[in-house]
């Protein structure tokens, strides 16, 4: 199995949606935030594009995100 759809992956997405929709930002402003197209934050945010775990530190940081809570929501289980 492709860990992309795993169901980590997902709530790990999930996550980061959630994260920005907390801070008040669209998907262009966090875009602009990280120096990427807006797109860049939609195919993260839908499971279509992993960040490896550098990336990921990187992406909540410019954020405002903490990454540690992120990954501590992939060892949570959702039923």
Not at 9 to 28: I, P, Y
Not at 40 to 64: H, M, S, T
Request: charged letters at 30%; a positive charge; one cysteine or more.
């Amino acid at each position: 199995m492709k860990t992309i759809y795993s169901p980590e992956a997902k709530r790990l997405s999930s996550w980061l949606r959630e994260q920005r929709e907390a801070k008040g930002l669209t998907m262009r402003q966090a875009g602009e935030l990280i120096q990427k197209p807006h797109s860049f934050i939609g195919k993260i945010e839908v499971g279509q594009r992993r960040l490896d775990v550098v990336e990921f530190v990187w992406y909540c940081e410019c954020l405002g995100f903490d990454p540690v809570e992120g990954l501590v929501s992939l060892r949570k289980k959702h039923y």
